[in-house]
């Protein structure tokens, strides 16, 4: 009873238009299929910058573990302790700390209709953990799309972006430049670099994709779950091709 009317509290304070934008999203979504997506690639390779249009578009929630890490650093929670050393490296945090905080975000109400999983999983042992997490549930994964991409191209993509630490949204001085420079579109607020956001960094980043996470694609791939996403081609012939490749 007390979650409720702390509940009621809370909504008395929401603005009409977004009450009523909340509702128009929710009987939108009602009629959307339950989907539940990897989207798997190399640093740079753009899993971020679409996952937030087809979070959207296929009414489901975007978990990223990168975020969810980077968060739990900047709040020097216990999580976060542990787990800055290993990212400001570009190497792997434990298995068992990305599964543990994947396994609860899960969840979350707004995952009702599926997820889109970005960063994760990363190593075979996190794809068996992920099954098992998913069987417990009743569920599985449908697809899992690989954001294929050649090495040579990824640099200039990474250290020419910019994020806005609190929406999580990214932009690129050359690719996706935000309408002024240094500042978010829609706060105002200043843009950042991440630290590991460089060409020494990435490279340790790229050995840990190639080494640990590339078994993870030929994984699904022999479970017929795979596929294969250009992403070489501009950023809204990538957004075309995921739609196809969700819609499928
Ligand atoms: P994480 O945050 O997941 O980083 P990542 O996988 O390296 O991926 P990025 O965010 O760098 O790339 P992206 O594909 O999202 O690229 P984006 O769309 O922004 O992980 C960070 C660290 O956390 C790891 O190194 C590890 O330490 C730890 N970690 C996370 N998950 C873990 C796990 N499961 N297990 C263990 N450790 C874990 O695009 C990049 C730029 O390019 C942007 O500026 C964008 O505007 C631009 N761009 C995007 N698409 C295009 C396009 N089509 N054409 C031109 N420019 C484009």
């Not at 997506?37 to 971020?48: A, E, N, Q, R, Y």
């Not at 953990?129 to 993509?157: C, H, P, Q, T």
């Amino acid at each position: 009873m007390a979650t409720n009317s702390a509940a009621a509290v809370d909504l008395e304070d929401v603005q009409t238009v977004d009450l009523m934008s909340e509702l128009l999203r929710r009987m939108k979504c009602a009629s959307k299929p339950e989907k539940r997506l990897i989207f798997i690639g190399p640093p740079g390779s753009g899993k971020g910058t679409q996952s937030p249009v087809i979070k959207d578009e296929f009414c489901l929630c975007h978990l990223s573990t990168g975020d969810m890490l980077r968060a739990a650093v900047a709040a020097k929670t216990p999580l976060g302790v542990k787990a800055k050393e290993a990212m400001e490296k570009g190497d792997l945090v434990s298995d068992d700390l990305v599964v543990g905080i994947m396994d609860e975000a899960m969840n979350r109400p707004k995952c009702q209709k599926g997820f889109i999983l970005d960063g994760f999983p990363r190593t075979v042992t996190q794809a068996e953990k992920l099954d098992e997490m998913l069987k417990r549930r009743g569920s599985e994964i449908d697809k899992v799309l690989n954001f294929a991409i050649d090495d040579s191209i990824l640099e200039e993509r990474i250290t020419g972006r910019w994020i806005h630490p609190s929406s999580g949204r990214s932009y690129h001085t050359k690719f996706a430049p935000p309408k002024v420079p240094g500042v978010d579109d829609v706060t105002g607020e200043p843009l950042i670099q991440r630290k590991d956001d460089n060409a020494d960094v990435l490279r340790s980043r790229l050995d840990a994709f190639h080494n640990q996470t590339e078994p993870v694609i030929q994984y699904y791939g022999q479970k017929g779950k795979l596929v294969n996403i250009p992403a070489e081609k501009p950023p809204q012939e990538v957004t075309a091709e995921v739609k196809k490749a969700v819609s499928a």
